[in-house]
């Protein structure tokens, strides 16, 4: 049976999507679990039973400082390695991420993967396409961002959950690979001309600002996590391309401008909708 981690999360839970999709048969776990779930909290060790599990989608528990997450990817490997699982899939980050302020955690994981013992595939994922396009900031009747003129190959989440069910479904023939998921580039400006209006770049110490004073919610790690994201597409870190997300889907990738605008599109304030 496969198991993926997160599904109550938008990637595990279209990963799901995907694999029953297909007939295969496969559960979820969650801290909070629906119908048919396994409960599975990483910050509760008791908890982290795979029995019966052949196959581990490893969703990448990110929303946390790197120690905390690093410490619940180990918790969840060596209940995997105690159980008898006998493949991890983990959901990485592309390997253009190294610059970005959570890049650590990935890494770092994808050790504690290698070293475990157990059969496994690493799917490095470019930043979603849903995500740039939610972190355009509407300002008036256009969009501001500290992207620049910079480009992201972004790709759709849905791509990224068809490709983790493609890798599941058939484990062994992903055996000991890297695959860097990234998908075609896109700019800030492009998607505010798909959304009918003007983009402005704003600074970068500008943005920072933006995240510190006007920006409730977020966490104290996540602002630095979000520029490291800006300057990273700002300079041309991330436009990077690779034929793997289309070699492994067998087909062409969604529109990844698409997905952004639809994203963009749906934190358009009332007031500015046409």
């Known amino acids: 049976m496969i198991l993926v981690t997160g599904a109550n999360g938008n990637l595990g839970s279209a990963t799901l999507a995907a694999l029953r999709a297909r007939g295969i048969a496969a559960t979820g776990g969650s801290r909070m679990p629906g119908e048919g779930m396994r409960r599975l909290d990483f910050d509760d060790p008791t908890s982290l039973d795979l029995a019966g599990v052949s196959t581990l989608v490893l969703i990448s528990a990110g929303y946390a400082e790197d120690d905390q997450v690093v410490g619940r990817h180990a918790a969840i490997l060596d209940a995997a ?4 699982v006998r493949h991890v899939v983990y959901t990485s980050l592309t390997t253009a991420g190294d610059h970005l302020g959570f890049a650590l955690a990935h890494r770092a994981t994808e050790r504690l993967v290698r070293a475990s013992g157990l059969p496994w595939t690493i799917l490095r994922n470019g930043l979603y396409a849903e995500l740039f396009g939610g972190l355009l900031m509407w300002a008036g009747n256009g969009v501001a961002s500290a992207f620049g003129e910079g480009a992201l190959a ?12 493609l890798v599941a479904a058939d484990p062994a023939g992903h055996g000991g690979r890297v695959h860097d998921l990234v998908g075609t580039p896109i700019t800030a400006g492009q998607v505010a001309d798909r959304l009918g209006v003007p983009h402005r770049t704003v600074g970068l110490g ?6 510190l004073e006007e920006t409730p919610g977020l966490l104290s790690f996540q602002p630095p996590m979000l520029v490291s994201i800006a300057t990273a597409v700002r300079h041309g870190f991330l436009a990077g391309t690779t034929p793997d997300l289309t070699n492994l889907l067998g087909r062409p990738a969604r529109d990844p401008l698409a997905a952004a605008v639809a994203a963009a599109s749906a934190t358009r304030p009332a ?3 046409r």
């Open 81 to 84: 390695v105690r159980d008898g």
């Open 154 to 165: 972004a790709v759709a989440r849905e791509d990224l959950a068809d490709a983790a069910a």
């Open 206 to 211: 500008e943005y920072r600002r933006q995240l």
């Open 271 to 273: 007031t500015t909708a």
